[in-house]
């Protein structure tokens, strides 16, 4: 089975790898497990905490790229909490 892998510069491509990682992941978040909204409107924190977005599993300020293969989904709390960040995927742990 091939690899899916390309590049995800555009608004366009943002979107169908959210979309992907969305429907891959159940719509939880890669690091807390919490059901996320592919919505982008919040009338709280908490709505907006819960945001499903893209982050880069090795950061990009860190030599990380933008292909789909270097992306999870996240929900917005922990993606702001990561920042750049390395993340042992093995144990779930920030480092």
């Known amino acids: 089975m091939d690899t899916i892998d390309f590049t995800c510069r ?13 429907i891959s992941q159940n719509g939880m ?11 982008k409107t919040a009338d709280t924190v908490d709505e907006r905490n819960r945001w499903f ?27 702001q909490n990561k920042r750049d960040k390395d993340f ?3 144990n779930k742990l920030f480092l």
């Open 29 to 39: 978040c890669f690091y807390c497990g919490i059901k996320c909204s592919q919505s």
């Open 53 to 79: 977005v893209l982050d880069h599993k090795i950061a990009v300020a860190k030599g990380g790229n933008s292909l789909f293969s270097n992306l999870i989904g996240s929900c917005y709390l922990c993606n």
């Open 10 to 22: 555009n608004s366009k491509q943002k979107s169908k790898a959210r979309e992907l990682l969305f």
């Open 88 to 90: 042992d995927f093995n």
